[in-house]
């Protein structure tokens, strides 16, 4: 059994940053892959970005390159996304989620272990 607790959410203006943390527990894994979605009311789940626990390559969606950054505690199994340059579609629950294996995928169907989401609204 793996938790993932996500935590960091907020109310936050257009420009604003805000950074997320993402802190799991239970087993571990020889190899895996951990990334951050996000979902919108009435949007399907979306992918923002991934690391890989392998080599810790970093991947990002268009919509957020240069603006998120995903990085890693190095004393624990712990990820974080820090949000500069904030926009109002940003606004959605953001999830953490973590997968088997070094490859990174961008589908939500390919992870294996959810958090329960924390919200993040950027107003105009």
């Known amino acids: 059994q793996v938790q993932l607790v996500e935590s960091g959410g907020g109310l936050v203006q257009a420009g604003g940053s805000l950074r997320l943390s993402c802190a799991a527990s239970?087993?571990?894994?020889?190899?895996?892959?951990m990334a951050w979605f996000r979902q919108a009311p009435g949007k399907e789940r979306e992918f923002v970005a991934a690391?890989?626990?392998?080599?810790?390559?970093?991947y990002y969606s268009d919509s957020v390159k240069g603006r998120f950054t995903i990085s890693r505690d190095n004393a624990k199994t712990t990820v974080y996304l820090r949000m500069n340059s904030l926009k109002p579609e940003d606004t959605a629950v953001y999830y953490c989620?973590?997968?088997?294996?070094?490859?990174?995928?961008?589908?939500?169907?390919?992870?294996?272990?959810w958090g329960q989401g924390t919200q993040v609204t950027v107003s105009s």
């Open positions: 239970g087993r571990s894994f020889s190899t895996y892959t």
């Open positions: 989620a973590v997968r088997r294996g070094s490859s990174y995928y961008v589908t939500a169907n390919d992870y294996n272990y």
């Open positions: 690391m890989s626990w392998s080599d810790f390559s970093t």
